[in-house]
């Protein structure tokens, strides 16, 4: 609703999607065809990855910080209990428990991918790939729809405010993972990944 805000936002999109592809090209120039991915090189980017990782353990512990210290500890403003006055809560045993089975197979799949490029198995590999693929997109439909079907917003006091902005930033984590495992998946049919 702000003037100009479609706008910027495709701006801002193409920009991203712009600078994800250059730095996709870049790494597969120099790993496949310019032979720049040294030990060094790779022990520098597995660095990276788990600083990476560990960084956002800290942004969704946050998350978690806001949640439980406004469940365990309701005040007076929130009328002294969790879920708040005139919030229903979705229920743990529907979509997000379907979610959570979910994501526990994509990993094991993306594990089954992991260990066949490990194992020199191109054909298994893409298999798994494929697999982690069609379940991220199966989870981002499905919390979309949970989106859609929950009985309250963000506007709605802690609650809202601290359910769909970790829940939107875990389901925009999966969505640049699934990019992510989109390009690998490509390039492990192309032949780019060998068991080292």
Same mark, same amino acid.
């Given at each position: 609703?702000?003037?100009?805000?479609?706008? !910027?936002?495709?701006?801002?999109? $193409?920009?991203?999607?712009? *600078?994800?592809?250059?730095?996709?090209?870049?790494?597969?120039? =120099?790993?496949?065809?310019?032979?720049?991915?040294?030990?060094?090189?790779?022990?520098?980017?597995? /660095?990276?990855? !788990?600083?990476?990782?560990?960084?956002?353990?800290?942004?969704? !512990?946050?998350?978690?910080? +806001?949640?439980?210290?406004?469940?365990?500890?309701?005040?007076?403003?929130?009328?002294? !209990?969790?879920?708040?006055?005139?919030? =229903?809560?979705?229920?743990?045993? =529907?979509?997000?428990?379907?979610?959570?089975?979910?994501?526990?197979?994509?990993?094991?799949?993306?594990?089954? +991918?992991?260990? +066949?490029?490990?194992? @020199?198995?191109?054909?298994?590999? $893409? /298999?798994?790939?494929? +697999?982690?693929?069609?379940?991220?997109?199966?989870? *981002?439909?499905?919390?979309?729809? =949970?989106?859609?079907?929950?009985?309250?917003?963000?506007?709605? @006091?802690?609650?809202?405010? *601290?359910?769909?902005?970790? *829940?939107?930033?875990?389901?925009?984590?999966? $969505?640049?993972?699934? $990019?992510?495992?989109?390009?690998?998946?490509?390039?492990?049919?192309?032949?780019?990944?060998?068991?080292?």
């Amino acid at each position: 609703s702000y003037q100009g805000s479609v706008g !910027i936002l495709s701006l801002g999109l $193409i920009l991203v999607l712009y *600078t994800m592809f250059v730095w996709w090209r870049d790494v597969v120039r =120099e790993a496949t065809y310019l032979g720049h991915h040294t030990k060094m090189v790779q022990l520098g980017l597995r /660095y990276g990855m !788990i600083l990476f990782i560990v960084s956002e353990v800290m942004f969704f !512990i946050a998350f978690f910080w +806001a949640f439980f210290h406004s469940s365990l500890a309701p005040t007076i403003a929130l009328g002294a !209990i969790w879920p708040p006055k005139g919030i =229903e809560a979705i229920g743990p045993w =529907e979509i997000p428990f379907l979610n959570t089975l979910i994501l526990l197979s994509s990993g094991a799949a993306v594990t089954w +991918a992991h260990h +066949a490029i490990l194992a @020199g198995s191109q054909r298994q590999a $893409i /298999y798994g790939l494929l +697999a982690t693929i069609l379940l991220a997109i199966v989870f *981002t439909a499905f919390q979309g729809m =949970e989106y859609v079907e929950a009985p309250f917003t963000i506007s709605d @006091g802690i609650y809202g405010s *601290t359910f769909y902005l970790a *829940t939107g930033f875990h389901g925009f984590h999966v $969505i640049i993972g699934t $990019i992510f495992l989109v390009i690998c998946c490509i390039r492990e049919y192309m032949g780019h990944f060998t068991s080292k």
